[in-house]
C-alpha cells in the first residue's frame, strides 16, 4: 500500500479554500515586520525609536499568544476570529496612517504597535487544528503539517520581498497598510470557511470561567508532550535567533556582508526541502525518538558551521541546517497536537508558536553579546547548544517511557503524566 501523499493532503474536503485563506492572511505576518521597521524609520528619522516599536509589537504578539488561542478554542474560530482580525488590522491601519508622512510621535507609534500586537489573530494555530480535524489518519496529517510549514517558510521569504516591490512604487507605510488588509481578508475568509464550521466548540458550556491565562498553564503542567514540544520549539528558537546574527558577523569580517542573504536563503531552501521529505516519510519511530535526533542533528550541524573557513562553506553547512529545521517544528507541532485534547489544539499549537518567537528574540540578544567578544567557532557552539541540550532532555523522557507508554502515545489523542 503506497503511502499518502501531499496530492491526497489537498485533496481533502474542505482544506483548499481554509488553507488558501490561512496562507492569505499569513502572508501578512512574513511582510508586517520589514514594513513596520521601515515605515518608523521613514516617518521618525530614528532607529532607535524604530527598534522600540518593533519590540513592543513583538512582546505583545508573543505573550498574550496563548490567552488568544484560548478564546479560539473556547468559542470557536467563526466568532473570535473576526473580532480579533478587526481588532488587529485596525491599529496597524493607523500606523500606516501615521507612518505616511514624516513627523509622526513616537509614542503614539508604540502606543499602537501594543494594540495591534496585543490582537493578533493566531492564523497558525487555527489553520493546524484545522488540519487535524479534517484529517484524522496520522500519516496524512504529517503531510498535512509539512506542506503547512514549508508553505509558512516560503512566506516567509516572499513577504519581504514583496516589500521591497512596493517600497520600488510607494512609501514604506503602504507594505503596513497592505499588510492590515490581507491579515482581514485572510482571517475572515479562514473564519466563514466550511473547515471552521463548529470547529473550536468541544469545550462543554459549564466549563469554569478560568481566566484564559490560568488555563493555558494548567494546560502546560498537565501534558507532558506539550511541555517537551514546547521545550523543542524554545531550543529551535534560541538556535535559530542566534544564527541569524551569527551569519550576518561571519559574512562581515570575511568582508562579504551581502553573502549572508545566500547562507539565510540557504537555510530556508535547506527547511523547504527537508520538510517536504520528511512528510513523505512514513515514520515507525515514536514522535519524541525523532524530534530528539532532529534537535541533534541540527545541533551538529551549526557546530560545523563555526568551523567553516570562509562564506562558501558557511553556505552549504547554513543548507545542512535547514534540512532538520522544518521537519523538527513539524514533529514538535504533531506531538503538541496529540497530546492535548480536540478542545485545546489551539492554545497547544500557540503555546509552541510562543515559545519558538520568544527563543528566537531571546537567541539573537542573547549571541548578540557574545559575538564581539568570542571566536566564530565558539559562538556557533553556544547557538547549537539550546538543540543539543533539550535532545537529551526528550531522548531521556523517550527512553524512560514504558512500552506500554509508547503505545498508547502512538494511539490516544491525549497524554497526561
Same mark, same amino acid.
Do not use: K
Given at each position: 500500500?503506497?503511502?499518502?501523499?501531499?496530492?491526497?493532503?489537498?485533496?481533502?474536503?474542505?482544506?483548499?479554500?481554509?488553507?488558501?485563506?490561512?496562507?492569505?492572511?499569513?502572508?501578512?505576518?512574513?511582510?508586517?515586520?520589514?514594513?513596520?521597521?521601515?515605515?518608523?524609520?521613514?516617518?521618525?528619522?530614528?532607529?532607535?525609536?524604530?527598534?522600540?516599536?518593533?519590540?513592543?509589537?513583538?512582546?505583545?504578539?508573543?505573550?498574550?499568544?496563548?490567552?488568544?488561542?484560548?478564546?479560539?478554542?473556547?468559542?470557536? @474560530?467563526?466568532?473570535?476570529?473576526?473580532?480579533?482580525?478587526?481588532?488587529?488590522?485596525?491599529?496597524?491601519?493607523?500606523?500606516?496612517?501615521?507612518?505616511?508622512?514624516?513627523?509622526?510621535?513616537?509614542?503614539?507609534?508604540?502606543?499602537?504597535?501594543?494594540?495591534?500586537?496585543?490582537?493578533?489573530?493566531?492564523?497558525?494555530?487555527?489553520?493546524?487544528?484545522?488540519?487535524?480535524?479534517?484529517?484524522?489518519?496520522?500519516?496524512?496529517?504529517?503531510?498535512?503539517?509539512?506542506?503547512?510549514?514549508?508553505?509558512?517558510?516560503?512566506?516567509?521569504?516572499?513577504?519581504?520581498?514583496?516589500?521591497?516591490?512596493?517600497?520600488?512604487?510607494?512609501?514604506?507605510?503602504?507594505?503596513?497598510?497592505?499588510?492590515?488588509?490581507?491579515?482581514?481578508?485572510?482571517?475572515?475568509?479562514?473564519?466563514?470557511?466550511?473547515?471552521?464550521?463548529?470547529?473550536?466548540?468541544?469545550?462543554?458550556?459549564?466549563?469554569?470561567?478560568?481566566?484564559?491565562?490560568?488555563?493555558?498553564?494548567?494546560?502546560?503542567?498537565?501534558?507532558?508532550?506539550?511541555?517537551?514540544?514546547?521545550?523543542?520549539?524554545?531550543?529551535?528558537?534560541?538556535?535559530?535567533?542566534?544564527?541569524?546574527?551569527?551569519?550576518?558577523?561571519?559574512?562581515?569580517?570575511?568582508?562579504?556582508?551581502?553573502?549572508?542573504?545566500?547562507?539565510?536563503?540557504?537555510?530556508?531552501?535547506?527547511?523547504?526541502?527537508?520538510?517536504?521529505?520528511?512528510?513523505?516519510?512514513?515514520?515507525?519511530?515514536?514522535?519524541?525518538?525523532?524530534?530528539?535526533?532532529?534537535?541533534?542533528?541540527?545541533?551538529?550541524?551549526?557546530?560545523?558551521?563555526?568551523?567553516?573557513?570562509?562564506?562558501?562553506?558557511?553556505?552549504?553547512?547554513?543548507?545542512?541546517?535547514?534540512?532538520?529545521?522544518?521537519?523538527?517544528?513539524?514533529?514538535?507541532?504533531?506531538?503538541?497536537?496529540?497530546?492535548?485534547?480536540?478542545?485545546?489544539?489551539?492554545?497547544?499549537?500557540?503555546?509552541?508558536?510562543?515559545?519558538?518567537?520568544?527563543?528566537?528574540?531571546?537567541?539573537?540578544?542573547?549571541?548578540?553579546?557574545?559575538?564581539?567578544?568570542?571566536?566564530?567557532?565558539?559562538?556557533?557552539?553556544?547557538?547549537?547548544? @539550546?538543540?543539543?541540550?533539550?535532545?537529551?532532555?526528550?531522548?531521556?523522557?523517550?527512553?524512560?517511557?514504558?512500552?506500554?507508554?509508547?503505545?498508547?502515545?502512538?494511539?490516544?489523542?491525549?497524554?497526561?503524566?
Amino acid at each position: 500500500m503506497s503511502s499518502p501523499s501531499y496530492s491526497a493532503v489537498l485533496r481533502t474536503r474542505h482544506a483548499p479554500g481554509a488553507f488558501g485563506a490561512a496562507l492569505l492572511g499569513r502572508l501578512s505576518y512574513g511582510m508586517v515586520a520589514l514594513s513596520l521597521m521601515l515605515a518608523v524609520t521613514d516617518a521618525t528619522g530614528s532607529y532607535s525609536v524604530a527598534g522600540v516599536v518593533m519590540a513592543l509589537f513583538g512582546a505583545a504578539s508573543v505573550l498574550l499568544s496563548p490567552a488568544r488561542a484560548a478564546l479560539i478554542d473556547r468559542y470557536g @474560530p467563526r466568532r473570535a476570529l473576526p473580532p480579533m482580525a478587526l481588532a488587529y488590522a485596525l491599529p496597524l491601519a493607523a500606523l500606516a496612517h501615521a507612518t505616511w508622512q514624516p513627523g509622526a510621535s513616537g509614542l503614539r507609534l508604540g502606543a499602537l504597535a501594543v494594540a495591534a500586537g496585543a490582537c493578533t489573530p493566531p492564523l497558525g494555530p487555527v489553520m493546524r487544528t484545522l488540519w487535524s480535524a479534517l484529517i484524522p489518519d496520522r500519516a496524512l496529517l504529517q503531510r498535512a503539517y509539512s506542506l503547512d510549514g514549508v508553505a509558512e517558510e516560503l512566506l516567509f521569504v516572499t513577504g519581504p520581498m514583496l516589500v521591497g516591490l512596493l517600497v520600488t512604487f510607494s512609501v514604506p507605510a503602504a507594505g503596513v497598510a497592505v499588510s492590515a488588509g490581507l491579515v482581514l481578508a485572510g482571517a475572515l475568509a479562514l473564519a466563514f470557511s466550511p473547515a471552521a464550521r463548529g470547529a473550536g466548540t468541544a469545550a462543554p458550556a459549564a466549563a469554569p470561567a478560568a481566566a484564559p491565562v490560568r488555563r493555558n498553564r494548567m494546560l502546560l503542567r498537565r501534558a507532558a508532550g506539550l511541555r517537551h514540544a514546547v521545550l523543542a520549539m524554545a531550543a529551535l528558537g534560541l538556535s535559530l535567533g542566534a544564527l541569524d546574527l551569527l551569519v550576518v558577523a561571519f559574512a562581515e569580517r570575511h568582508g562579504q556582508g551581502a553573502a549572508a542573504a545566500w547562507a539565510l536563503a540557504a537555510l530556508s531552501a535547506g527547511g523547504a526541502a527537508g520538510g517536504l521529505a520528511y512528510g513523505a516519510v512514513t515514520w515507525r519511530s515514536s514522535g519524541r525518538t525523532r524530534l530528539a535526533a532532529l534537535l541533534a542533528a541540527l545541533g551538529v550541524a551549526l557546530t560545523a558551521a563555526g568551523l567553516s573557513p570562509d562564506v562558501r562553506v558557511l553556505v552549504a553547512f547554513a543548507g545542512v541546517a535547514g534540512l532538520f529545521v522544518a521537519p523538527a517544528i513539524t514533529t514538535a507541532y504533531l506531538l503538541a497536537d496529540e497530546s492535548v485534547e480536540p478542545g485545546s489544539r489551539t492554545q497547544a499549537g500557540a503555546w509552541a508558536n510562543t515559545a519558538f518567537n520568544a527563543g528566537t528574540s531571546v537567541g539573537m540578544a542573547a549571541v548578540g553579546l557574545l559575538v564581539d567578544r568570542l571566536p566564530a567557532a565558539v559562538c556557533f557552539a553556544v547557538a547549537a547548544l @539550546p538543540a543539543l541540550l533539550a535532545a537529551g532532555v526528550i531522548a531521556h523522557r523517550a527512553r524512560t517511557l514504558r512500552p506500554s507508554q509508547r503505545r498508547a502515545s502512538a494511539q490516544a489523542p491525549l497524554e497526561r503524566t
